[in-house]
């Protein structure tokens, strides 16, 4: 049961595997089909998805030092008025001494 748990831990943390819409498994990385969990996991103990594991670490490790860490800039946040929102607020009123019924309009500002 301990097995299971981490064997399928395992297939939520790849960033390679996919289940399509057949109900097949698609990796990402080498672009081949499986028909089954335990074949995509024989393809990722291989040779050719080991390969292409090394040739992408590689080709991120020969990026990442051409990009310098770019600067974060604080953005203002503009206030504006929402659309759709009313500038006003309507408000029913009853005088209880007469019983005449009023429309109180207060802006929103």
Known sequence: MNYLRVFLFCFFQDPYFMKN????YECKLCLTLH????SYLAHTQGKKHQTNLARRAAKEAKEAPAQPAPEKVK?????FVKIGRPGYKVTKQRDSEVG???LLFQ???
Request: no cysteine.
């Open 75 to 79: 953005v203002e946040v503009k206030k």
């Open 100 to 102: 005449q019924q009023s």
């Open 35 to 38: 028909n089954n969990e335990g």
């Open 107 to 109: 802006r929103n500002v």
């Open 21 to 24: 819409h057949l109900g097949s």
